[in-house]
């Protein structure tokens, strides 16, 4: 195994429950300090929600030693010998390497943050949060703060959790982001609505803004951040940009990317055309079922199931991954944030014509305390009817919601046969027509007064 | 159209949007002062959550009347001449009576409570939860009642919100209940779970009683409940025991009456046998999707799909309602329950072989605040690993996800299919793995290992 978070871990754990010791070696490199942690609760832990690092290890080192993994930490992986079926390791703090052969080899190596090349970027003060190191300097950052200014660079999931952290702990923030308007991963009419709810929770909220340097003081700390227009001042910076696929091993050794510079593997989570060596996690692209695609797509709850197929094949098992329908969510301060399937731009990039509709609901009966408004956008392709995409912005109940849309779409439904779904109702819950109920009906009738 | 809450009124809606006044005449009769309200509200207007009656009213006649529908209030209909397409109603308080003929009928005369047939059972102060007069009577005797101690009669959905209303009106309440269990809709084992919660909120919970009457003081008001073994002192009593299909008028007319004493459909909701006769709401049956048979689900949000479907097949369009699959949520003070599917003894009545499962999971990350615990069983068929049904019980998050499974069963997924199913996860919003994840796969696992 190279990598010992999620994907690495899971596998390395599900292929233990299926091959003994003395059946199966599993030897695990891990650069790192840690093992299987969550990442994705770093702005909880940043924010002081969680309060603390070690509540975001699922299971410790020892935890996998005791199960007979062989864990090496601080060891790193810099070569993979497809042919010779060996990697070369380097002990990070000694610098001694050595070659380890394997039978089969599971490449987990994950995601690493996307860091703009441009002046200041490193200076202190400047932080990324993609492993708990990072997440344990910025608090540090955070502790010795002068002022309470913090700039997020980037508007997409990491950076709006990230600005509910810094809101947490104080600080005035402000997001500058590249796209029309934040959650680039919604159409823009839909981020919108995001856009005024931060700005509505005292967010600063910059679009189409483009980061060119970062200004430092006399003592080079970190001072402002610069677009082409203007300084933002900072005693703080969070980059939160997104991640690319780390694949410069695999890519060494030959194995084959896809567009997002993601590894290629088959339904079993097989590298293509390596019978004994698979991948998954954040180093993998992912079939998109409803694009017909490869997409990139880091999400934790992916690796775990990666590594649960990876394993359960390494380990003489059989299981599959069928792909995403890239269902995400995501919340700042009190406001959720849902999308499943295609965009837009996705549809129209998948050659797809279709109907969009955007409906406005409660997430309560309308008469129920706490009842609070949800947007759900829906798209339908054209004649045949076919749910598309679900996009939905709203208070308490709005974010899971998307999980109905999530099934739908993995089953093929279209927006018609959605209207009859006999969705959990009670005033407490939903109203009477359930907010996607009440969008899939109007991408009916879409569909129907187009379809001649 | 007999009746005038929401199948009845939602299908005079809906084919008033189809076909305008000059096209088609409607006339809605309805017994009661109310039109197109919210009975599931009435629970909460009981116990203060909703503050006022009107809160619960969705259209008002004069609305209905502005659209062009002649609603005729306190107008009961006492006879169907299916043969001369005409209808006998009483104006309930003159009780004069005149025919009116039909081209198209549409039967929305609702459920009537169970009213055990017992000494004491019309007293003053025990009181049915059906209508909103029924809600302003009982309002009327809590602001009356000299003690504050209430008995439910009944452990269904009705009589836990009854509970919880009682609970927030500051009474000592005691829940009597003819099964093992609270909450037949589910298995024991799940009703269990609910038993105990509404112990821990201070309901005392009475399993296995049958109430034989209903005592009373010497001024005649109720006074207690009383079962074969024990007494209850009351000062209120709800009826809380469930409800039958309104069909008298229908199987005084000949109209086809199913096991449960609910009219029976085709697909689009005629009547069967009947061109131009509907029938939908409460007073049916509806096709149950996975035990293959009909059943009663006296629900208002099939309720309005039945009006829906109906209003555009009158109207000269085309709908159907395809069935339900059994989904209900409910709530009791801050415990969330809910159900899609078969239980077991449904599965067994269907005569199907089947796995059962069940897990603990939480609401959220484990270490996000807020994570509460949530038990998740699953039905999965024997061989084919097709999903049957699940029951979830926990607190704020476990009810809405029912509609996960809801939609699985529509699409007739396998519990292993659902294993992949790619739904919404960030610490906020559900563990890496989301229980009904965590509940598919163990079902999975318990298939596969009884599959030679």
């Given at each position: 195994m ?8 899971s ?20 650069r ?31 935890e ?32 001694a ?5 394997y ?21 202190p ?12 300097e ?29 809101i ?16 680039s ?8 609505l995001v ?5 509505g ?6 679009n ?11 003592d080079g700390?970190v ?25 410069t ?6 194995l084959?990317?896809?567009e ?7 339904l ?6 390596h ?25 934790g ?8 197929v ?7 098992g059989?299981a599959?991954?069928?792909g995403v ?8 301060c ?14 129209r990039?998948a050659?797809?014509?279709f109907?969009?509709?955007t ?94």
């Open positions: 190279i990598g010992g978070d999620a994907a690495g871990m596998a390395a754990s599900q292929a233990r429950r299926l091959k003994g010791p003395d059946e199966l070696e599993i030897v695990a490199f891990e790192g300090h840690f093992t299987s942690y969550s990442a994705c609760g770093i702005p909880y832990w940043v924010g002081g929600e969680v309060s603390e690092r070690d509540e975001l290890i699922a299971r410790t080192p020892e996998h030693r005791s199960r007979g993994i062989d864990l090496r930490l601080r060891t790193e992986v810099v070569e993979i010998d497809v042919d010779g079926a060996r990697v070369r390791a380097r002990d990070v703090d000694s610098g390497e050595s070659w380890t052969s039978d089969k080899l599971v490449i987990a190596t994950g995601a690493r943050p996307i860091r703009p090349d441009m002046p200041g970027v490193d200076a003060g400047v932080h990324g949060v993609q492993t708990l190191d990072d997440g344990q910025l608090l540090d950052t955070l502790t010795r703060a002068r002022g309470r200014r913090a700039v997020v660079v980037g508007a997409g999931y990491i950076g709006v959790e990230m600005a509910e952290a810094l947490n702990r104080g600080y005035e923030v402000t997001v500058v982001n590249r796209g029309a308007e934040p959650m991963t919604l159409d823009p009419d839909m981020g919108r856009h005024q709810a931060m700005e929770m005292g967010i600063t909220m910059v189409d803004a483009e980061v060119t340097k970062i200004l430092t003081g006399d700390q001072r402002a951040v610069a677009t082409d227009d203007a300084e933002y001042p900072a005693d703080v910076v969070v980059l939160g940009i997104g991640v690319r696929p780390e694949t091993l695999a890519k060494a050794a030959g084959p990317l896809g997002y510079g993601g590894l290629l593997t088959d079993a989570m097989r590298v293509r055309g019978e004994n060596i698979w991948a998954g996690g954040d180093c993998v692209e992912v079939l998109d079922l409803v694009a017909g695609r490869e997409r990139h797509v880091a999400l709850t992916h690796a775990n199931k990666h590594g649960q990876i394993g359960t094949n390494a380990g003489g059989y599959t991954f069928p329908v890239g269902t995400a969510v995501s919340k700042v009190d406001l959720e944030i849902a999308r499943t399937g295609l965009r837009e731009k996705d549809a990039r050659g797809l014509r109907e969009t509709v409906i406005e609901s409660t997430s309560r009966a309308g008469y129920y305390p706490g009842a609070s408004p949800m947007t759900v956008k829906m798209l339908a392709e054209r004649r045949t009817g076919r749910l598309l995409g679900v996009q939905i912005v709203g208070r308490e109940g709005a974010g899971k919601r998307v999980d109905i849309a999530a099934v739908a779409l993995t089953a093929g439904m279209t927006v018609e046969q959605m209207t009859a779904l006999d969705l959990g109702y009670a005033p407490p819950f939903s109203p009477v027509w359930d907010p996607v109920l009440v969008a899939a009906r109007k991408a009916a009738a879409a569909v129907r007064n187009k379809t001649p």
